[in-house]
């Protein structure tokens, strides 16, 4: 019984997690599709790459409210939702 109750707790506080983890995918989706397809300058290009890039990097190693923060930021500079 207590091992059933464990688990469930365990697999509650996991869900939110992999939900974040998602939404992760999906702004890297979007930014990516934006970078392909919009008009930009170089720097530009170079910054939206590079903060795409960590987003990534902190998505992966589990820093995804991180990741999604710096995601957010340049999905506003490219305005995308």
Same mark, same amino acid.
């Given at each position: *019984? !207590?091992? @059933?109750?464990? +688990?469930?707790?365990?697999?509650?506080? =996991? &869900?939110?997690?992999?939900? &974040?983890?998602?939404?992760?995918?999906?702004? !890297?989706?979007? !930014?990516?599709?934006?970078? =392909?397809? *919009?008009?930009?300058?170089?720097?530009? @290009?170079?910054? +939206?790459?590079? *903060?795409?890039?960590? =987003?990534?990097?902190?998505?992966?190693?589990? #820093?995804?409210?991180?990741? &999604?923060?710096?995601?957010?930021? =340049?999905?506003? *500079? &490219? #305005?995308?939702?």
């Amino acid at each position: *019984m !207590i091992k @059933r109750i464990i +688990l469930a707790a365990a697999l509650a506080a =996991a &869900l939110p997690g992999a939900a &974040l983890a998602g939404q992760c995918e999906d702004d !890297i989706a979007k !930014i990516d599709k934006a970078l =392909a397809s *919009m008009q930009l300058t170089p720097d530009e @290009r170079a910054q +939206l790459k590079d *903060m795409r890039e960590q =987003a990534q990097k902190l998505c992966n190693a589990g #820093n995804v409210q991180e990741g &999604l923060d710096v995601a957010s930021e =340049a999905k506003a *500079m &490219l #305005n995308i939702e």
